[in-house]
């Protein structure tokens, strides 16, 4: 966009260094865009756009560090209950396995078909028995309310 503006302020005849002024950029810049334009019409304008920067780790450094299996953060020591890809980012980064942004991580995941969903969690309970218990208050008979109850409420607005 900033090389059309360039082009266009020239075919109005405006100054190099007013352009320059206008566009915040240098003399240089300017002449060179028009030269440009000039010699080669309006693919100059296309981006330019180049491989970007080269990444951190190599594919070998991907594969180790990602699990064969699933493994819960409190299984390794970690005081949350879920991942999440910038507490996967930190944890590599505190064990000093790599220095990576949270998008590499979502990037190795995609690629290697892990999938994951944003669930609530609650904390673990610390009762040993806690399974009886569930299993005890899974299998008991759900509480409804009486059919007349029910019109009573639905027929009041609710």
Not at 20 to 43: P, T
Not at 73 to 89: M, N, Q, V
């Amino acid at each position: 966009m900033r090389r059309a503006v360039v082009v266009m302020a020239s075919a109005q005849h405006q100054p190099v260094g007013l352009i320059a002024k206008l566009m915040q950029v240098s003399d240089s810049y300017v002449r060179q865009v028009i030269h440009d334009f000039n010699g080669h019409g309006f693919e100059v304008l296309d981006p330019k756009w180049s491989g970007g920067r080269p990444a951190k780790t190599d594919q070998a450094t991907r594969e180790a560090d990602l699990p064969d299996r699933p493994v819960l953060p409190r299984d390794l020591g970690w005081p949350f209950a879920t991942w999440s890809l910038s507490k996967l980012a930190d944890v590599l980064r505190i064990n000093k396995i790599t220095d990576i942004s949270r998008e590499t991580p979502r990037k190795i995941l995609n690629v290697g078909g892990v999938s994951w969903q944003a669930t609530k969690t609650w904390k673990a309970p610390a009762d040993p028995a806690f399974q009886a218990k569930m299993a005890r208050v899974s299998t008991s008979t759900t509480i409804r309310p009486s059919t007349a109850a029910w019109s009573a409420w639905t027929s009041s607005g609710h």
